[in-house]
Nanobody
Framework: QVQLVESGGGLVQAGGSLRLSCAAS????????MGWFRQAPGKEREFVAA????????SYADSVKGRFTISRDNALNTVYLQMNSLKPEDTAVYYC???????????????????WGQGTQVTVSS
């Protein structure tokens, strides 16, 4: 069993930055890919970013490419999402997710992930 706890969300003005963290317990993350997803009110959950076990490979949704950066610290069992140049449309609950399959191609759909955190709210004001 894997427990994931997100933190770092909050209220920020458009153009600002936030860094989300996802701390894991119950299993070491170091051999597995991780992802970030988000869900805005009235919308479906959508893929944001993913990172390979080593951190060498990353994948981003087009809507965040160039503004968000996913990273990981396997020694701390933690994954991060640095969000810059935030826009009101980035407002959502952000979730981290654990993929127990060491894929060579990073997963971009929620059903490919096995464990989820409880989410952290990010609100961007205009």
């Amino acid at each position: 069993q894997v427990q994931l706890v997100e933190s770092g969300g909050g209220l920020v003005q458009a153009g600002g930055s936030l860094r989300l963290s996802c701390a894991a317990s119950g299993r070491t993350l170091s051999n597995y890919p991780m992802g970030w997803f988000r869900q805005a009110p009235g919308k479906e959950r959508e893929f944001v970013a993913a990172i390979s076990w080593s951190g060498v490979k990353t994948s981003y949704a087009d809507s965040v490419k160039g503004r968000f950066t996913i990273s990981r610290d396997n020694a701390l069992n933690t994954v991060y999402l640095q969000m810059n140049s935030l826009k009101p449309e980035d407002t959502a609950v952000y979730y981290c997710a654990f993929d127990r399959v060491p894929r060579t191609v990073l997963a971009r759909t929620g059903k490919q992930y096995d464990y989820w955190g409880q989410g952290t709210q990010v609100t961007v004001s205009s």
